[in-house]
């Protein structure tokens, strides 16, 4: 009985370059969720998908971030020509359906530091 | 937009000396409210779901409470192992039919032997 799989765990990018994060929600959790977590700071929230659909990008970057939720396989946040600033825990959570009082279930994270 | 705010920052507690944290929000309709614990280096845990004002849940050292305002997260007798950072969130509905999260920033507790 898994729970939310992130990998990797740890990504160390140089600026520049490209960080694809992957999340595999729970079995039977088709909705997922992006935060992003800065030290001394909450969790913010980056985009919503469904299997194939963007649903809510609102608190994506819009230069440089993409998320995708292929029907098959993991969901994917890439962020391309990273910097410094990018540097930051990357969570992802995952629920049954996006209605009112449907619990999200967090994964273990993925830390991603820009040298 | 909505606000969530969390409060001590920090939480240093001697083990068996009870003590309630706090999360205070302002939201447009409320749907629930969640309390997630969160250790170093992990993800956030979660704890309860709170929906209306006056409800309560308990977990062993831990009891939520919600008031129209406000949460508490009260901690009897702290052993050192519950020394995390908790998290209090509210979830209200898109304008869309989803669920939106905001989270607060956390309180760190630290429980000393």
């Known amino acids: 009985n898994a729970g939310v799989m992130q990998n990797p765990r740890h990504l160390v990018r140089r600026r520049g370059q490209e960080a694809r994060l992957r999340c595999s929600p729970m079995?039977?959790?088709?909705?997922v969720y992006w935060y992003r977590q800065l030290p001394e700071e909450g969790l913010k929230f980056m985009v919503y998908?469904?299997?194939?659909?963007?649903?809510?990008e609102s608190g994506m970057p819009k230069e440089r971030f993409s998320a995708e939720f292929p029907k098959e396989g993991p969901s994917i946040l890439r962020i391309q020509q990273v910097v410094r600033g990018d540097s930051a825990a990357y969570f992802c959570?995952?629920?049954?359906?996006?209605?009112?009082?449907?619990?999200?279930?967090f994964g273990a994270g993925t830390r991603l530091s820009v040298l | 937009e909505d606000q969530v705010t969390q409060s001590p920052e920090a939480l240093r507690l001697q083990e068996g000396e009870s003590s309630s944290l706090n999360c205070s929000y302002t939201?447009?309709?409320?749907?629930?409210l969640f309390w997630y614990r969160q250790d170093p280096g992990k993800g956030p845990e979660f704890l309860f779901t709170?929906?209306?004002a006056g409800e309560e849940k308990e977990k062993e050292r831990l009891k939520a409470t919600l008031t129209k305002k406000e949460s508490f997260l009260h901690i009897t007798a702290p052993k050192p192992e519950d020394s995390a950072t908790y998290l209090c969130?509210?979830?209200?509905?898109?304008?869309?039919?989803?669920?939106?999260?905001?989270f607060g920033t956390g309180t760190k507790l630290q429980v000393i032997p």
């Open positions: 969130a509210v979830q209200t509905i898109h304008s869309g039919g989803y669920q939106k999260v905001t």
């Open positions: 998908l469904q299997k194939e659909n963007i649903i809510d």
């Open positions: 709170l929906y209306s």
């Open positions: 939201v447009s309709g409320l749907r629930g």
């Open positions: 079995k039977g959790h088709s909705h």
């Open positions: 959570a995952s629920t049954t359906t996006p209605l009112a009082k449907n619990i999200q279930y």
